[in-house]
C-alpha cells in the first residue's frame, strides 16, 4: 500500500511526487503513456535544468520549440 498515489507522470506529477516523497511517504507515479513526461500537456514553460533537476534527460523531442527571450 502507497501513502499517496498521483496520476500522471508529467513535469507537475513527478515533482508532486518527489516532494511527497521527500517528506518520508511512499508515492506512486501512474502514467498512461510508454515514456514518463512526454507528452507534456501542461502548456507551461518547462526549462531544460527543470528537466534535470528531476533528473530526466531531455531528448530533443521533448522541445516543440526553444525560447531565447522572454517578457514578462
Known amino acids: 500500500m ?3 498515489v498521483v496520476a500522471g507522470g508529467s513535469i507537475s506529477g513527478l515533482l508532486a ?7 518520508g ?3 506512486l507515479v501512474l502514467e498512461e503513456g ?8 501542461c502548456g507551461g514553460l518547462v526549462s531544460k535544468n527543470a528537466l ?10 521533448t522541445f516543440d520549440s526553444e ?3 522572454a517578457k514578462i
Open 25 to 27: 511517504y511512499s508515492v
Open 52 to 61: 534535470k533537476e528531476l533528473e530526466i534527460e531531455p531528448s530533443q523531442k
Open 2 to 4: 502507497y501513502d499517496a
Open 17 to 23: 511526487a518527489r516532494e511527497i516523497a521527500k517528506g
Open 34 to 41: 510508454f515514456e514518463v513526461g512526454s507528452p507534456e500537456h
Open 67 to 69: 525560447i531565447e527571450c
